[in-house]
């Protein structure tokens, strides 16, 4: 499992999910705020001081928090600042696996699947996108994405290997299962599509193989960053490890106790 460890010049500040930092040097301060870097919340943003100013980034930092509880993920963020010359601290993942660093240049945007951000620095803006449309909210597959904006490095991390490719290199569209995407470059078009519906060989893909009804399309020309491994698939790796899986072929619809 891979581990990202970051030096901090006098001043500088990254930031991360909770749950992932590792160590830091003493020289390191640690804050929890309960939003990252937007124009609504995190850092003081201009457009106005006093009352108004106040009510309006609590207003956005409430927005952000409300968001992030919607995905499912921590309410926090964890910030670090070197006070005191230069200073280290160390983030990971929560699955053993690849890390990234993605570098943004105010150009184009970068979504990354819920779990798969690490750190990012105090220039990168964070926020909560909406896609996969109508089959997304009802199957809850690809609907929550993590948005970053701005110039700086976001450091993100997946399950097993990474593989990097481009669907303008395939047609202009690839389908992926819905498990294995980590990011994507803004310019790509994400989505949601049944396979087969409730047909016979729809059925077959979801009981047999193990698919599910719906897989993800990209479509585009742009960076797209898959995994070799599912949570999915480890959780079933390590239930069947400790002699917890009792279901037959089927996933259990015609499973029969062991006792």
């Known amino acids: 499992m891979q581990m990202a460890v970051v030096t901090l010049g006098l001043g500088q500040t990254v930031y991360c999910e909770a749950g992932k930092f590792l160590f830091k040097t003493t020289n390191?301060?640690?804050?929890?705020?309960?939003?990252?870097?937007?124009?609504?919340?995190?850092?003081?943003?201009?457009?106005?001081?006093?009352?108004?100013?106040?009510?309006?980034?609590?207003?956005?930092?409430?927005?952000?928090?409300?968001?992030?509880?919607?995905?499912?993920?921590?309410?926090?963020?964890?910030?670090?600042?070197?006070?005191?010359?230069?200073?280290?601290?160390?983030?990971?993942?929560?699955?053993p696996g690849e890390m990234r660093a993605l570098e943004l240049d105010g150009t184009r945007a970068w979504f990354a699947e819920k779990d798969a951000f690490v750190a990012a620095e105090s220039t990168v803006r964070f926020g909560i996108a909406f896609q996969g449309g109508r089959t997304g909210r009802s199957g809850g597959e690809g609907f929550v994405l993590e948005k970053f904006t701005g110039q700086g490095t976001v450091i993100i991390a997946g399950a097993g290997n990474f593989i990097d490719l481009n669907p303008a290199d395939?047609?202009?569209?690839?389908?992926?299962?819905?498990?294995?995407?980590?990011?994507?470059?803004?310019?790509i078009q994400y989505g949601i599509q049944r396979i087969g519906g409730l047909n016979r060989q729809g059925m077959m893909n979801a009981v047999f193989g193990g698919e599910g009804l719906s897989l993800a399309t990209l479509e585009?020309?742009?960076?797209?960053?898959?995994?070799?491994?599912?949570?999915?698939?480890?959780?079933?790796?390590?239930?069947?490890?400790?002699?917890?899986?009792?279901?037959?072929?089927?996933?259990?619809?015609?499973?029969?106790?062991?006792?």
């Not at 980034?57 to 926090?76: D, I, K, N």
């Not at 395939?170 to 310019?187: I, P, Q, W, Y």
């Not at 898959?226 to 790796?237: D, K, P, V």
Request: with cysteine; hydrophobic share 35%.
């Open 170 to 187: 395939f047609g202009g569209r690839v389908e992926v299962d819905t498990g294995c995407v980590v990011a994507f470059e803004e310019g």
């Open 220 to 259: 585009g020309n742009g960076r797209v960053i898959l995994q070799s491994l599912t949570i999915e698939s480890l959780a079933n790796a390590l239930r069947k490890a400790q002699g917890g899986d009792k279901q037959g072929p089927t996933g259990g619809l015609f499973s029969t106790d062991a006792g």
């Open 28 to 95: 390191v301060t640690m804050e929890t705020r309960l939003s990252g870097p937007s124009g609504g919340g995190g850092q003081q943003q201009g457009g106005g001081g006093g009352m108004g100013g106040m009510l309006r980034q609590a207003v956005g930092t409430a927005m952000q928090a409300g968001q992030r509880a919607l995905a499912g993920e921590s309410l926090a963020f964890q910030y670090f600042t070197s006070t005191g010359g230069e200073g280290t601290v160390g983030f990971a993942g929560v699955l």
